[in-house]
């Protein structure tokens, strides 16, 4: 069976919590954000504030992503979270996850999206990621999460804005 990239669904909580864990990076805080993210994008559907998506191969979860509208902005999105499970990384399931958040926030009238991400040695493959996959880093904010750990901003225009 292929890959499918659905709606996240409240049966997918115990493996997107695998997933979490399981990629090494997300400590206990960051993994509760992201189970709370979940389970709003889960209860309010892909019309609330952050909608969220599953990527599944042969009947397990082994991804998702969840995006959300930036408040008071035209048309900007905020990319929240890509996590593929380890034993699943570099088979294109990110890049699916990725495509697909685009091409639905597009769908909206969505022009751009905006994520931030560590600057860690550890988040060199994520940076990675969204480099190749067309996001340029726009910004750094100095000691954001801790001392010398940086918040990288980077932004992916999906259309020409009105003005443009």
């Known amino acids: 069976m292929g890959l499918v990239i659905r709606p996240l669904e409240k049966r997918d909580g115990a493996a997107v919590r695998e997933i979490l864990v399981a990629c090494g990076v997300f400590d206990d805080e960051e993994r509760r954000v992201a189970i709370e993210l979940i389970a709003e994008g889960v209860a309010s559907g892909l019309a609330g504030h952050y909608p ?38 570099a088979r294109g399931i990110g890049r699916a996850l990725q495509t697909y958040a685009e091409s639905f926030v597009r769908s909206l009238g969505g022009k751009r999206l905006v994520l931030e991400t560590s600057s860690r040695t550890d988040y060199e493959r994520a940076r990675s990621f969204y480099r190749r996959a067309g996001y340029a880093q726009v910004g750094c904010v100095r000691d954001f999460y801790r001392p010398g750990d940086d918040c990288i901003v980077f932004c992916k225009v999906l259309a020409a804005a009105p003005d443009a």
Request: charged fraction near 15%.
């Open 52 to 89: 969220v998506f599953a990527a599944e191969r042969d009947g397990a979860v082994r991804g998702y992503v969840c995006i959300g509208r930036v408040p008071l902005t035209q048309g900007t999105w905020h990319l929240y979270w890509i996590a593929v499970h380890p034993a699943d990384q």
